[in-house]
């Protein structure tokens, strides 16, 4: 038996409608809404949330997350990984509005390889709304680019580096981008293919990565 065939995958995509911890205009923690995590042997999931408020500071009408993980039916299909998480009738302070709001991630991981193809196609915004005017925002669905070759990490993909670079310049520096904003990082994780240097480690950079290219009103 070839070490393709013997080959074991364990799934990993979790999802959460909203989350977090106010600071302004009250302090309160924000419980997590439709939360939902795949197990390790894949399948699928989901899970919903309706008419969410927390005091007049954010509400929705409906939210759902789903995860998916399955083995690719086509010949030489590898493993891959749904997460998909949409809010319809997002209020914000009635000062930013959307109808719907969608972020969505798609991996496959090779059964040769360890680094996988990744999508964010069907992460959209619809009619979004800052103090009524409306918002168009360009995504960059495929900023991560083609799967590195070699079965390199991302982070070490020179062309993928550059398109974040440039990106981020552009954003910060549309007309009226608030200048206090920090152009904040995160650690890109296992997803993008860093390799392990020890079992509490992985070897990534820290790297600011949005998919929004440009505001337009």
Known sequence: MSEVTERKHLYHAEATAISGHLHLPLVQEIKPQAHVKLAPEGGYISQRAENYKLEAVISFRSAYTHVAGNRGDKRGGGFGTLTTTAIEGLNVLD????????????????????????????????????????????????????????????????????????????????????????????????????????????????VAVSLGEALGT
């Open 95 to 206: 000062v930013v509005t959307a109808d719907r709001v969608v972020g969505q991630t798609i991996t496959e991981h090779p059964l040769d390889g360890l680094v996988p193809t990744i999508s964010f196609l069907g992460t959209r915004f619809e009619n979004l709304r800052i103090a009524g005017h409306l918002v168009e925002v360009d995504f960059n669905h495929d900023i991560l680019g083609p799967k590195p070759a070699n079965d390199a990490p991302y982070t070490n993909d020179k062309n993928f580096l550059g398109r974040v670079s440039r990106n981020t310049t552009r954003f910060v520096s549309t007309n009226n981008f608030p200048k206090t904003w920090p152009t904040s990082t995160i650690d890109l994780p296992p997803l993008l293919g860093a390799k392990r240097r020890s079992n509490a480690h992985w070897s990534i950079r820290r």
